[in-house]
């Protein structure tokens, strides 16, 4: 299927119906202006050159025409969010009341886990992944501070087994089977940062609704990379951030999903904030707090505009290229590259990413076997932007929206080269 050349990776690239979206972004350089090997879009994604001009006609128009540009702007500001809102949910294969983007997406967990973490003396324990990324890790633990509780006693870790990088859904199984009914909460990572696994969303919501416990997941690393069908899987919740594959800028907004079954539930408890409540009362400011139904009832403050501008010019280029064609090119640019790591044959490296392209996204972890980070800086050096994770994995993500099968080649080449030299 692939061959081990450069010719062969430019055919692929001519074949391509995506390669003119690379035209739409810019690519790094170095000092001479030569184009970097840029594989860190699950770090941060690079800029869509329209960004600029989404941003300008927001400046231009908060310059013309002041607090007046919240209901006379190009796209005025009061509604702005729903302009984003019919893309994002296609993105992540939900309704549109179900998705809403706001906030950051730690800020977006802890409001998810306001309402869907209602611990009892009975049941409070929450599950993660053993290697969930940091901030959801002490966003849980925190939780359960809060309430009382003792992050050794209240967390559970979804744990690979000894001598394995990948966690296994037998041993989730297990875990809820011995310990289910002492569950709250399943808040799974959709895709491991670390290892590039992605999990089956629809077959641990289901497992966890078997047992009475409310699932979240965090699909910082699946948003623009996998096809979540976040309302088929049916979770309760979902958060997720805009800056790694959805390419909306450093810190730029988040997304949340709450699935419609909860639209109507007023009763469910909130931090409430004022865009939240009823539009139609809103400006009132006398009235109690009236959520509004579904995703847009857990906004809590008017949104950053031009934040909300560089995403709205990401969403018009995915939904140009159309989400399902976007994962077809990734399977194929991963493995092409999975195919170059084995042609290495470097007993130095190994790759812990699931070799089932249906079990990851476009990350692809290399693991070191001696735990030296040298490699990924001469990587650097070498023109490849990659991505250190410790202990011992560089992180690598060919982004079907704007890196090629070139650029996975010549990728492979410097990276054999600095194993052999």
């Not at 886990?113 to 849980?140: C, N």
Request: hydrophobic share 35%.
């Amino acid at each position: 299927m692939f061959e081990n050349s450069l010719e062969f990776a430019r055919r692929c690239d001519a074949e391509d119906t995506l390669a003119h979206f690379r035209e739409k972004f810019h690519i790094p350089t170095d000092s001479n202006g030569n184009e970097l090997i840029y594989l860190c879009g699950n770090s941060l994604g690079l800029q869509p050159k329209s960004t600029s001009t989404y941003i300008k006609k927001e400046l231009e128009d908060w310059a013309n025409l002041g607090v007046e540009g919240h209901t006379h702007a190009r796209h005025p500001w009061m509604p702005y969010h729903e302009f984003l809102t019919e893309k994002m949910a296609k993105l992540v294969g939900a309704k549109n009341e179900e998705v809403v983007v706001m906030n950051t997406l730690t800020t977006n967990l802890h409001l998810m886990m306001v309402s869907f973490y209602q611990p009892t003396k009975a049941r409070y324990k929450i599950v993660v992944e053993s290697d969930a990324f940091p901030s959801d890790k002490y966003a849980v633990e925190s939780q359960l501070r809060f309430h009382g509780f003792a992050p050794s006693d209240g967390l559970i870790l979804w744990k690979p087994r000894p001598g394995e990088d990948l966690c296994r859904m037998e041993d989730l199984e297990e875990i809820m089977k011995e310990e289910g009914s002492s569950i709250a909460l399943l808040m799974i990572g959709s895709t491991n940062y670390y290892s590039g696994q992605s999990f089956p969303l629809k077959e641990i919501t289901k497992l966890g609704h078997d047992h009475g416990c409310k699932v979240g997941f965090d699909l910082a690393h699946g948003a623009g990379n996998i096809l979540p069908d976040l309302h088929n899987a049916g979770p309760d919740f979902a958060v997720w951030c805009s800056y790694k594959y959805l390419n909306s800028g450093p810190g730029s907004l988040a997304g949340c999903f709450v699935h419609e079954r909860h639209a109507e539930n007023a009763q469910l408890k909130r931090f409430a904030g004022w865009w939240g409540h009823n539009k139609q009362t809103r400006f009132n400011m006398r009235h109690e707090f009236d959520p509004l139904p579904g995703a847009e009832g857990w906004q809590l403050s008017n949104p950053p505009i031009l934040s909300m501008a560089a995403i709205m010019a990401s969403l018009d280029v995915f939904d140009e290229a159309g989400m399902e064609n976007l994962r077809e090119k990734a399977i194929k640019l991963t493995g092409f590259l999975e195919y170059l790591i084995d042609e290495l044959n470097n007993d130095g490296i190994s790759m812990i990413t699931p070799r089932n392209p249906d079990e990851r996204g476009c990350q692809l972890s290399i693991q070191l076997k001696n735990a030296n980070k040298d490699l990924h800086t001469r990587l650097t050096a070498a023109g490849v932007i990659s991505d250190w994770r410790e202990p011992d994995v560089i992180r690598v993500a060919p982004v079907p929206l704007y890196n090629s099968f070139e650029d996975v080649y010549k990728f492979a080449e410097r990276l054999k080269q600095l194993l052999n030299s």
